[in-house]
């Protein structure tokens, strides 16, 4: 964990060059991050000792971890150091969200190069900052390391509030299947940044810089989710994921997620492919009991169904398997 | 954070070639993950869901993350995979106990190359697990992706029990120093590989698996240590940062932190400079009242007394600043 320190820090130029990371040193970057990153009421111990102590008062935390790499989850030539901490902070506070949690705090491991300007490092912090309070948690601590690009490991922690955790086994046949969020927007915005497009914003900014609705992840488990994930993977590999833990089959109404916008201003890509197998949304999907009345932001999207979710297989659109590929693998690819 | 599966996995040859991560793909390697790691008694959702959710009974949770990086802090020709995963848990689960904490679980996010033989990520989980039994905690969760070379994320869990965190600002002038675990063992196992030798075992082994005194954390909070770090950085340096954050100089005794086992096996490294600086072993340090009865295993190697620790000049040795290099700066060297 980061020890202690608080520093001066310069982010401008000196002498004719810009502050990188290497000559402010591990410690002074800890001191920099530790001014910048100010510490929410749950984050009873934050950045400074060898570990953070934040509160738990349900009695049970909320713990996720997820890597933000440079070249896979971004770039830096189309995400600001700003865009990259947004990014990097709703990955993880998005999966706690997905189990009916509240965010409370985030722990971030960064791995750098030297030459690594500082003021990228101050936009970094203020990204994560500013997405850690849209979901009500705040940086509470985190490592730092040498390494040719940026890399970011970040943990997320959350607290049930009294609720049971909304798992991905929990969906029955009957339920309806539900989003909050947008689909495909993301994929959608990495398609334009590849063509070389630079809007409309809500597509390129979705990709750049998604925003869970994370009080939806407690409101649906106040109004009795069966099941819930968050749209990292495409809306299909996710939902099977659902689908292979419940044992069901899930069925998604195509009608229900084709996006008039995406068709709008994607010509060259296929809608319904990026509304389907397009990840990094970080919408929440959940099943609910049918006669839940649910509020306008959780669109029905689908329903589930008697049968056996096995692993790619469980999910079909319009009654019928889909032809693509369903989503991400890290490794295969 | 990983999704669910459960598969078979073949790590041995087949067609005459190892199998491999790539082969193997990412929910397959979380499949298999999820089968070799254990879930201990507090992990109440483990390993198959966006998030982990641990049990927090005292209502606060320790949260620590820390990066273990192949040809940083581990070399595969040196570590076998077990090694790598007991040091990678370790260097959390001290953190933890450097709290007061017991620890309760550990998060690992992995990134790998996709060559990776599937038998060596067994082994890695293996020790995962192992060193996480010794700490009374286990594997909740994680998460993986592609990388060039082998980097681990390790965020560590650890419950309070009612006593208060042990900070590195509580330390007054008057406190004696002590240290639970062997010093400088790691520095000399690391210039032992480096010069080709393979034994002692016990100096190798403090380099490739050390092996923290976890209880000797909660412990020492019992008994009112006043301040706690581990040794991860250097014992200068890490009591440097307890005098910084309590305002306060430490001072050791070089005839009280010698060790003779290191002087007889490394003759060609100078023995005071390893136990003063070499980090890694991850054994716990902590300032005591003076009237407090300490157990056998915690060992007096200096006291604290009035002044202002400032960063780099708050450790003594026999009274007079240390004329070398304190510890470990990531970005500087």
Known sequence: MMPHGTVEVQTGCVGGG???????GEFGLIGALSSWL????SVLTGIGDDAAVLAAPDGRVVATTDFVIEGRHFRRDWSSASDVGHKAAARSLADVAAMGAVPTGLLVALAAPPDLPVAWLHGLADGLAAECARAGASVAGGDTSRLSSVLLAITGLGDLAGLDPVLRSGARPGDVVAVAGPLGYAAAGLALLTAGATGPA????AQLRPAPPYDAGPEAARLGATAMIDVSDGLLADLGHIAAASDVLVEVFSAAVKDPFIRTHCADTDELTCVLTGGEDHSLVATFPPAVDL???WKVIGSVRPGHGVAGHGVTVDG???????GWDHFRR
């Open 295 to 297: 509020p306008a932001r």
């Open 38 to 41: 100010p510490a929410g009421p």
């Open 320 to 326: 019928k398997p889909y032809a693509g590929d369903a």
């Open 202 to 205: 809500e597509l390129i900014q």
């Open 18 to 24: 810009v502050i990188n990371l290497g000559e402010l």
